[in-house]
Structures are given as structure tokens and as C-alpha cells.
């Protein structure tokens, strides 16, 4: 539904202040609209980290943190993405359970 980007902190690496990239889709189609963006401004598919799990994002760096955001990422603060990220996980543990009846009980 929307693609999410925290400001640029420095962490300490040589690139730089990054910031991180986030679908807030859960799952194959959060993946599709991630890569799809990332495409769009010059991100390689081989950058994504964590593919296919809750924490699945790019590191930005550099004049791709104001790219994003020009194509229309959404910046909101770290904490806003971790609680995107918790969402997602909810969605990655229930696939991992498989189907529960109402009492709890596997399917």
C-alpha cells in the first residue's frame, strides 16, 4: 500500500548517513512493490536484505535517500517503521502456524 523510509542517520559506516526502505505489504506482494520501487529509482534486486521476511528492506545512501522520497516514499520516524515491521511479523508468524480453530487447536 505504501513504501515508508526513515530519515538519514550516520551509523558509522564509509557511506555515510542511510536510511532504510520498507514495503508495509506483508509477504510476496510487500517483496513485488518493494523491488518495484527500488527499480524504479536504481536499486538492484541483489540489494534487498531480508527478503521474504518482516524485516525486508534496502539501505539507502547517498542522493538515493532524496530519490526515494521524490518518487514518493512516505518518511516517517524509526519508531513507525519498527512498528510496521512488528505488523508484518504477526503476518510471517500466523503463515509459520498454519490454520488454528477458533480454541487455538491446528486445522
Not at 4 to 33: A, K, M, V
Not at 61 to 76: D, L, M, S, Y
Request: charged share 20%.
Amino acid at each position: 500500500m505504501a513504501i515508508f523510509i526513515d530519515p538519514p542517520l550516520h551509523w558509522g559506516h564509509r557511506f555515510g548517513p542511510s536510511s532504510h526502505l520498507l514495503s508495509d505489504l506483508p509477504g510476496l506482494d510487500g517483496t513485488c512493490e518493494l523491488t518495484a520501487f527500488g527499480h524504479d529509482i536504481g536499486l538492484m534486486p541483489g540489494w534487498l536484505q531480508y527478503q521474504g521476511r518482516d524485516k525486508e528492506h534496502y539501505d539507502l545512501f547517498g542522493p538515493r535517500i532524496n530519490w526515494a522520497v521524490e518518487a514518493g516514499a512516505v518518511v516517517v520516524h524509526r519508531r513507525e517503521l519498527v512498528k510496521i515491521i512488528r505488523q508484518k511479523r504477526v503476518f510471517y508468524l500466523s503463515a509459520e502456524m498454519g490454520p488454528h480453530s477458533p480454541s487455538g487447536e491446528m486445522v
